[in-house]
Every structure is written in structure tokens, then in C-alpha cells.
């Protein structure tokens, strides 16, 4: 992901799923890291795992890391 801006994971809503933006742009509303790494992929991040979404240092998770999904 070398050169790619940096990502942000919202909190988990309270209806579920989390935002995923990048550059101003959602994205769209992730259910799992699964969601997350094929949003990248269509936005030209190719090459992505989910274990390469878990551990991105470009990835900034609010409201909680790759493991929470569900509103507090």
C-alpha cells in the first residue's frame, strides 16, 4: 500500500458495519476486514489480504481495531 493515502475505519454504527474512507471519499459500509480489503482493492489497492488490512500502518481504526464490529 506504498504510496497510497491514508485510510480511516469509522466506529461501528449503532444499525452496524463501519465507514471506510480514503481521501474524503466513503467508500462504502464494511461489515468485516473482508469488506474492508475489497473496497481498497476496487479503489486501486491491489494485492490485499485481510491479514494485510489488520496490520496497515496507513489504516487508522477509530472506535476500536480490525476485531470490533459491533457498537458498544
Given at each position: 500500500?506504498?504510496?497510497?493515502?491514508?485510510?480511516?475505519?469509522?466506529?461501528?454504527?449503532?444499525?452496524?458495519?463501519?465507514?471506510?474512507?480514503?481521501?474524503?471519499?466513503?467508500l462504502?459500509l464494511?461489515?468485516?476486514v473482508?469488506?474492508?480489503?475489497?473496497?481498497?482493492?476496487r479503489?486501486?489497492?491491489?494485492g490485499?489480504?485481510e491479514?494485510?488490512?489488520?496490520?496497515?500502518?496507513?489504516?487508522?481504526?477509530?472506535?476500536?481495531?480490525?476485531?470490533?464490529?459491533?457498537?458498544?
Amino acid at each position: 500500500m506504498s504510496g497510497h493515502l491514508p485510510v480511516i475505519v469509522y466506529p461501528p454504527s449503532p444499525t452496524g458495519g463501519r465507514r471506510v474512507r480514503v481521501d474524503g471519499e466513503i467508500l462504502g459500509l464494511a461489515s468485516s476486514v473482508r469488506d474492508v480489503a475489497e473496497f481498497l482493492r476496487r479503489a486501486g489497492m491491489d494485492g490485499l489480504e485481510e491479514s494485510d488490512v489488520e496490520r496497515s500502518e496507513l489504516i487508522e481504526w477509530r472506535g476500536g481495531g480490525p476485531d470490533v464490529w459491533a457498537a458498544p
